[in-house]
């Protein structure tokens, strides 16, 4: 069934809460901390066609290093980038539950999420607003659209400023989590539970400086308390190539069954597949937890999505997918999670930031619409070919 648009005035005036937020929103998308948006570099150097050159060759270059190796069957994932913790309590649950039905389309077999801890403290706290408490509401019923399709659902909680607060110490973050983290299996009923997403990152938004011994404490307890809610929920941690310290730490906890990856810069391939091997032999399930091209001039991941949307690089989107799925086939990853999965939906001639209001806008309605692009198309191809039936 045709999911009953939104009106006109109704998108316009989402938008504008959505726009409204992003002063609060830009710390927690941006990578860097100590950059403002607009003092970061851009990563196409005022020329775009190089840029898909240069990656373009890169991605050749890992095709022709993992072309003739035997591939496993791959289970596929998308994030749902408008459930984030900043976003979700602005976006209509109607869309939410439309974005999932359309990656359910395309054949996935879960749906990522990365919501904040906030809300669930606050309302531990007895200090939750109605927005939060609406929030976990909305979280609540959005998870069970997901499951009702058999799809499984992945939380990688984030810490986010604008919903989670300041902090003076990483003990405050701990203690939320140890609270939140339960309460979160009890409204998601997660299928995995990410416990540490890119320690780096979040450590940077915290404005702290967080050892790789700290964040494997923190692995460790928050896993021991999220299977205390719930043995079924298989537990991960991990993050990008530039954090080995952190992620050998994590590689060696018993307690985790899953290593994750986000892989945004192919020139950590070689670090990604050493790091891979170590999980394997630890006996840990491997998750490509996010994956995009790079989009980012001053780190290795592509939040915030400088011109993802743009319709110039939606054929190199393809490629990195189709990449990259061949790249995780080989290497005996469980599952590959593109991030931008907006692009599925809308690609614009101008413009097109991964969060820019006026290109969230467009997508909103073509999700409404029940339009695809291209790349969802060779998403739902790719998933044919190497699809695991099970995970």
């Not at 020139?267 to 990604?272: A, D, E, L, S, W």
């Amino acid at each position: 069934m045709m999911p009953r648009p939104l009106g006109t005035l109704m998108i316009a005036c989402l938008v504008t809460l959505i726009a409204a937020a992003y002063p609060a929103a830009a710390t927690p998308i941006v990578r860097d901390e100590q950059a403002t948006p607009a003092a970061r570099p851009s990563v196409y150097g005022g020329n775009p066609p190089r840029y898909i050159d240069n990656i373009s060759a890169q991605l050749d270059a890992l095709n022709a290093a993992t072309q003739d190796k035997p591939t496993h069957p791959l289970a596929f994932s998308a994030n749902l980038v408008y459930a984030a913790g900043f976003l979700a309590p602005r976006i209509p649950l109607e869309v939410l539950e439309s974005y999932a039905d359309a990656l359910a389309q395309a054949g996935v077999n879960r749906i990522d999420i990365n919501p904040s801890p906030g809300p669930w403290a606050h309302q531990l706290a007895g200090t939750a607003s109605d927005t939060e408490l609406n929030t976990i509401q909305k979280y609540g019923m959005l998870a069970a659209h997901i499951h009702a399709q058999g799809l499984q659902l992945s939380l990688n909680p984030e810490y986010t400023p604008s919903t989670d607060g300041r902090l003076d110490a990483f003990a405050q973050w701990k203690t939320e989590a140890l609270a939140a983290y339960p309460a979160m299996v009890q409204t998601f009923q997660p299928d995995v539970f990410v416990v540490v997403h890119e320690p780096t990152t979040m450590s940077g938004r915290m404005g702290l400086s967080v050892s790789p011994d700290e964040w494997a404490d923190f692995a460790q307890a928050t896993t021991q308390v999220v299977k205390a809610a719930s043995l079924a929920i298989r537990c991960g941690a991990g993050g990008l190539s530039f954090e080995q310290q952190y992620l050998r730490a994590f590689i060696a906890l018993p307690t985790l069954d899953i290593f994750t990856v986000d892989i945004y810069n192919l020139g950590g391939i070689p670090t990604y597949t050493d790091l891979l091997n170590s999980a394997k032999a630890s006996g840990k399930a491997i998750v490509v937890e996010e994956t995009w091209r790079t989009t980012d001039a001053s780190a290795t991941n592509g939040t915030p999505g400088e011109l993802v949307g743009n319709g110039m690089f939606a054929a190199l989107d393809s490629k990195w997918l189709d990449t990259l799925a061949h790249y995780a086939a080989v290497q005996g990853v469980e599952t590959i999670t593109p991030f931008w999965s907006v692009t599925f939906f809308r690609y614009v001639p101008e413009g097109g930031n991964g969060l820019d209001p006026r290109y969230t806008q467009q997508v909103i309605a073509a999700i409404q619409a029940g339009e695809r692009t291209d790349t969802f198309n060779t998403y739902a191809a790719i998933i044919a070919q190497y699809r695991m039936t099970t995970n």
